[in-house]
Nanobody
Framework: QVQLVESGGGLVQAGGSLRLSCAAS????????IGWYRQAPGKQRELVAL???????NYADSVKGRFTISRDNANNTVYLQMNSLKPEDTAVYYC????????WGQGTQVTVSS
C-alpha cells in the first residue's frame, strides 16, 4: 500500500507562484509515473504534469512554460513549481502515482485571484 501526502496549496494573486509537494511512502515500489492532475469546479479532472520512470515529462499545453515538475528520488517526493499563475489555474490539485496500480492523493486547493 502507498500513501501520498500533498502540501503547498493556497491562495495567491494572479502572476504569483506556488510550489506543491507530494511525498510518497509505504511498501517498496517502483514508480512508473508520478505527477499531478487538477479538477476545477464543474470540470473533469485533467492532466497537469507527469514524470516518467526514464525522466521524461509530459505537460498540459495550458501550463507549458509556467509549471515545472521535478522529483527528489531519495525522498520519493515530487514537486510542482507553478509560476505566472492565472485565475484559470484555480482547482484542486491531486498527486498521482502509478506503480502496479494507480494511487491518488487527497488533493490540495489552489486558488488564484485576479
Amino acid at each position: 500500500q502507498v500513501q501520498l501526502v500533498e502540501s503547498g496549496g493556497g491562495l495567491v494573486q494572479a502572476g504569483g507562484s506556488l510550489r506543491l509537494s507530494c511525498a510518497a511512502s509505504g511498501s517498496t515500489f517502483i514508480i512508473n509515473r508520478i505527477g499531478w492532475y487538477r479538477q476545477a469546479p464543474g470540470k473533469q479532472r485533467e492532466l497537469v504534469a507527469l514524470l516518467g520512470i526514464t525522466g521524461t515529462t509530459n505537460y498540459a499545453d495550458s501550463v507549458k512554460g509556467r509549471f515545472t515538475i521535478s522529483r527528489d528520488n531519495a525522498n520519493n517526493t515530487v514537486y510542482l513549481q507553478m509560476n505566472s499563475l492565472k485565475p484559470e489555474d484555480t482547482a484542486v490539485y491531486y498527486c498521482y502515482l502509478l506503480t502496479y496500480r494507480q494511487y491518488w492523493g487527497q488533493g490540495t486547493q489552489v486558488t488564484v485571484s485576479s
